[in-house]
């Protein structure tokens, strides 16, 4: 089951998920709480810590690969400046607009920031040129 990238993605997905999500209640709750519009600080304090620690699992358990780190680093946050512009707008949209708790509509979110980030990050961030094929002669034709 591991050897498929698709697996691989997922699991270190719901992981730094899992990291971020905790890390934007913990913001939230505790440390914003109280500031009008804390819930976008504790936003972009979990995603900077997030993104960070989705680069080196992606990177190194995901994709797989090797190559310069910060090209791939740049790339890879060019996916996530996607993901965090659809959260800066839609986030407020939920919580302000239709009053959408913010947990929940942070929860929402996610399922869609997690979906582009995959396609983003397979087709972008850790895409490799393929190798040309070996040049052999085709085959006689029978």
């Not at 699991?11 to 209640?25: D, M, P, R």
């Not at 976008?40 to 080196?56: E, G, K, N, P």
């Amino acid at each position: 089951m591991l050897a498929d990238q698709r697996v691989r993605f997922l699991i270190v997905g719901a992981v730094n998920t899992v990291v971020a999500y905790v890390l934007f209640a913990v913001f939230t709750r505790w440390v914003f709480g109280t500031s009008p519009g804390g819930y976008l600080l504790s936003l972009a304090l979990s995603y900077a810590i997030a993104i960070v620690l989705a680069f080196v699992l992606y990177r190194r358990f995901v994709f797989r690969v090797s190559g310069n780190v910060v090209i791939d680093f740049v790339r890879f946050v060019g996916v996530y400046a996607l993901t965090i512009t659809i959260n800066f707008v839609a986030l407020p949209l939920l919580v302000e607009a239709l009053r959408v708790p913010v947990l929940i509509a942070q929860a929402l979110i996610v399922i869609v920031a997690t979906l582009i980030s995959f396609f983003g990050h397979r087709s972008f961030s850790f895409r490799r040129p393929t190798p040309p094929a070996a040049q052999q002669p085709p085959a006689p034709r029978s």
